[in-house]
């Protein structure tokens, strides 16, 4: 359809058309129009086919129509032959089959009914639009969330696991820890009063003394008394049954006494010493 087609007649745009005066028809023709026109419904034909047949009845020419409508004779024939797809749709479509229907003297909304119904019957139906569904999610995809909680869970076992363990072993060295420093310190060095009820009861009573920080080594009756550094001005006491045994770092940082009485040094002075005492060292 071309644009001169399309702009031969708009029943908007143009004014009423002032159609000439259909020509005479003979009285026998009069009457069967009549006839036709009262029971024209009572059998519905083809639509393009009782279009051409009303033109032709009236003896009016394509060409008449044509000049009479301003419609192109294309689209006259294509209304004729119900050629629906060379026919403009909407308010066109009508506003030419409400013309010719005027030109003619038809009855203008049966025949528009009559043209919608016949091209209704001939349009494509409408192309069934496919449901959009979500696309369900893959087979495998609750199996792989699965795993993945599992292996987070097991994950978070083995850490609280591992932790205890950790927390149990760093208890378990506080408390050993903890138990064996009191022994060391009864054992490297005993208590005044400790040493005092000993030299009560034994026979030997030993004084320690330093005039500076030295390391100190006390056995009395081969039994470990004291092994440890001692600050400068320090005085221990130590009893003992039958003898002394006494190690220093430095012999003349150490001063001793038995039972009161001093003894000799332990050896050279700077040099480190070891010497034993016992009974015989009070009867010299």
Known sequence: ???????????????????????????????HLVFEDRFRFMARGNFGERLK????????????????????????????????????????????????????????????????????????????????????????????????????LLGFVFAVRYGWNRYSAYRAAKKSAAASLPTQTQSGSPSPQSAEQSSSKAALDLSVSTSAATRVRVLADDKLLLDTELPAGETRHFSANRQFEVSAGDSSAVLLELNGKAMPPLGAPGASGRIVLSEKDLRQ
């Not at 071309?2 to 029943?11: F, K, N």
């Not at 026919?87 to 003297?105: D, E, K, Q, S």
Request: charged share 30%; glycine share 6%.
């Open 53 to 152: 047949r009303e033109r032709e009845l009236r003896e009016v020419s394509m060409d008449e129509l044509t000049k009479a409508t301003r419609i192109s004779t294309r689209f006259v024939e294509a209304l004729e032959n119900e050629d629906w797809g060379k026919l403009p749709g909407g308010v066109f479509g009508h506003g030419f089959v409400r013309t010719i229907a005027r030109y003619l003297g038809l009855n203008e909304e049966a025949l528009l009914g009559e043209y919608d119904s016949a091209r209704a019957e001939h349009s494509p139906a409408p192309a069934h639009k496919p449901e959009e569904r979500i696309p369900s999610p893959p087979k495998w995809l609750p199996v792989a969330a699965a795993g993945v909680v599992l292996l987070l």
């Open 1 to 31: 359809m071309t644009l001169r087609d399309c702009t031969a007649y708009s029943p908007f745009r143009d004014s009423p058309l002032i159609f000439r005066e259909r020509p005479p028809v003979s009285t026998a023709l009069r009457l």
